[in-house]
């Protein structure tokens, strides 16, 4: 019996041994095949092929970013004053809790921007997208009224809105940049963040006059082969995905102007319908009533509809609106890397035509690119990795902001809707007597 026991214990043992390995097995070959899984794979964009690349959450392995060091916020304390813009900024710095109060304009940001680009050494990196400056003269002003009212529309568009989405845009740059793990600990960010005043900048930051070939090299190494067949695909799915998330960005625009010309219509009815014919008894003074009644109702439904494209605006709208820079910043990224294949594609060819007395410092020469291209990849991929996380995130959040906005606008248009209908009821109109009607007369 003893025996039979022993035998049995170990046939249970080895039997769970056996399991335990081909599990083991069975999460490394799993692991492996999600590492070499790009974009293009699989995702969440589609349920179960996807014949775009998208990413999924099954291949978004990547590091616990490090914890931000600031946190940022606008303030509405915008100042104009010429052409100059300055905007107020509550900057937290986590570690000791205090709250400093900054002011800065649009260039310094530009400025902050080109100096944590050229400094960077990492041609890996995705640099957060910096959003187009703010309009300050009447003619760009003009122009912004034109494109969102309409053409022959002649009105102009306050500053305040403009100034709001500017101060949206700029702080979501610095809060990308705050929580990049390598730019967010950058010294020059903590010059910018710490010091009451703005970090001396010159009057025009200027190129070399090799930027204009450089751009056109660089542009003309797009088509060439990867060599990662992650990338490659991930170069696929850049190209697919700029082209339609800037065509959605210009449709979701042009549908919120279509509806800010809408209110203005309304605004401009409800406006005429305040005028008044002369005399205030009578048929006239009913008439001047009941115009009265629909104009307050019209005014109610214009605040709605304004509400409404606000809150489109400031959720789903802003957010393709900067996807679409940032698609192009993974993509400018995705540009130096494949520059770097180009140059080490040349390296190597230049080792085989090398002479005898040339042939080791070709190969040093090399060695030095595959050297870069590899360190550039590993950035670039953990890069990618995480900018896809943060876009899913982003983007979900978004969605979600929209979808519960558009309820709740909905609601309360509805309601104000059914105030108006009733108040519009409530009216005593009297009736006249159809012989009574003098068509020379108001009684």
Known sequence: ?????????????????????SATEKDSTDFEEEETRSSSTEGPDTPDQCSSPSPGPAMLHSEAPPVPLYTVRFTDNVSKSGDRIEFTINV???NTGTISTITREYEDL?????????????????????PPPPIVDPSGAESRSRQILGSSNRNILGDSGMWAKNCRELEKYLELVVQHPVLGIDPLLQQFLDNKDPPPRPNK???????????????????????????????????????????????????????????QQVGHLAAALNITVAGNEGANG???????????SLESIKCGMENEVGNEETSFGNCLEL????????????????????????????????????EQEARDASDECEDALEKCSSVA????????????????????????GEVRCSRENYADILKSIEKMKSYPVPKISCSNLDPNHNT
């Open 286 to 296: 009913m008439y001047n009533k009941l115009n009265s009644g629909f104009s307050s």
């Open 323 to 358: 996807y679409t820079r940032c698609i192009n910043a993974e993509n400018a990224m995705l540009m130096r890397r494949t520059s770097l294949i180009v140059d080490a594609d040349a390296a190597l060819k230049a080792v085989e035509k090398a002479k005898p007395n040339r």
């Open 92 to 94: 937290r710095k986590l």
């Open 205 to 263: 930051v200027r190129k070399g006059w090799l930027s204009g070939v450089k751009t056109k090299w660089e542009s003309r190494n797009s088509s060439a082969r990867d060599r990662d067949e992650w990338f490659s695909k991930e170069r696929e799915w850049v190209a697919a995905y700029s082209t339609n998330i800037k065509d959605a960005s210009d449709k979701f625009n042009e549908m919120i102007a279509s509806r800010s010309r809408l209110i």
């Open 381 to 404: 991929k953990q890069e990618i990795k995480r900018f896809h996380q943060q876009r899913l995130a982003d983007f979900r959040s978004s969605l979600i902001s929209y979808v519960e």
């Open 1 to 21: 019996m003893m025996d039979e026991a022993e035998t049995q214990l170990k046939d249970q043992i080895t039997d769970l041994d056996l399991k335990q390995k």
């Open 110 to 130: 530009a400025f902050l921007d080109h100096q944590l680009i050229t400094n960077q050494t990492k041609p890996g990196l995705i640099f957060p997208p910096l």
